[in-house]
């Protein structure tokens, strides 16, 4: 059945995709049953070689409020992150990774949150974790309770621990905030960078709610961080841009955690990294001392803590 394109979109769902064939018609469908219905879709393929393009395609000869980009060369991850933003009209920004899917009333509830609350620039909902075949392996929630929370805190928050806001497919954002796009240095923490840049400007909401899920598989972009290095690279970047602005809390208690935090992304990146760069990033940014005695069997240990999880 052929569905009406809205004149003026309340929300863009950005899919941004290359070589998505396997996940691309479960991720547009999670969108067409959402119990909201001012929305817009926006698929971006970045030059795709599989079968992607001619699944979007079929769904957008059906589905008017589909709009389809396709890029002549690969621009890069980043890249199409932004060349989604510069199609997009809604007042509100909702990414949806490929291999990630909307629960049924994602839109519908946090839509609410920003049309009652203009100081709310950002939303997080719960995300259940899947793995490659669709199967739950776990769930994450910024918080238990529903909660409205100030930027700077969250930025702290996160700053000196990990991206307890998650990934692109788990937020919704302003568009009327964005004065710059993804920033193209970062090849990892890009999402993360990005909350920052919008939470300096006001209050986040989080809610309990699982709204989306999150597909875990080998080819995703956090493995393939961990193989090039961009892993370690971005946290030393964004310490660099973030490390001295006014609101974040320099306490001893922080930065101590901040720099094990260092040290264990240096030890995942170890092999990729060479002995002479693992050594200087330690010397700069973290414990070279607790590194060489600790690092092992805390790795050991937090790899067991994950299997049980799962």
């Known amino acids: 059945m052929k ?25 547009i469908e999670s969108v067409l049953q959402q119990s909201y219905l001012n929305y817009e879709i926006i698929i971006v393929d970045n030059a795709s070689t599989d079968e992607t393009v001619k699944i979007a395609e079929a769904y957008m000869q059906l589905h008017p409020q589909i709009r389809l980009q396709l890029n002549k060369e690969n621009i890069g991850l980043v890249g199409n992150f932004n060349a989604c933003l510069q199609l997009a009209q809604g007042k509100y920004i909702k990414f949806l990774c490929v291999d990630d899917m ?26 259940s974790i899947i793995d490659s075949f669709g199967s739950q392996i776990s769930s994450q929630r910024y918080s238990k309770s529903a909660q409205l929370i100030d930027g700077y805190k969250v930025i702290n928050r996160c700053y000196f621990g990990t991206n307890y806001i998650g990934e692109p497919s788990a937020v919704m954002f302003r568009k009327r905030v964005l004065n710059r796009m993804f920033d193209k240095t970062l090849n990892h923490l890009m999402d993360l960078e990005m909350w920052f840049y919008i939470l300096e400007q006001g209050r ?79 010397q700069q940014y973290s414990y070279p001392i607790f590194y060489k005695v600790f690092m092992r069997p805390l790795s050991i240990a937090m790899s067991m803590l994950q299997h049980f999880r799962n």
Not at 9 to 17: A, G, K, L, R, T
Not at 205 to 212: I, K, Q, R, V
Not at 218 to 234: E, V
């Open 3 to 27: 569905t009406v394109k809205p004149s003026n979109p309340c929300v863009s769902v950005c899919i941004p995709v290359w070589n998505g064939e396997d996940y691309i018609a479960m991720a």
């Open 102 to 127: 909307l629960a049924k009333n994602c839109l519908e509830k946090m839509v609410r949150v920003l049309d009652k609350d203009e100081s709310v620039v950002l939303v997080v909902g719960g995300r």
């Open 204 to 282: 986040m909401a989080s809610l309990p709610d699982l709204l989306s899920s999150i597909r875990r598989h080998k080819n995703q972009m956090t493995f393939q961080s961990l193989k090039t290095g961009a892993l370690i690279r971005d946290n030393l970047t964004l310490a660099t841009n973030y490390g001295n602005k006014f609101y974040i809390i320099n306490s001893q208690v922080n930065i101590f955690q901040r720099k094990i935090r260092i040290a264990y992304r240096i030890w995942q990146c170890r092999e990729v990294l060479g002995i002479d760069l693992e050594r200087r990033y330690l």
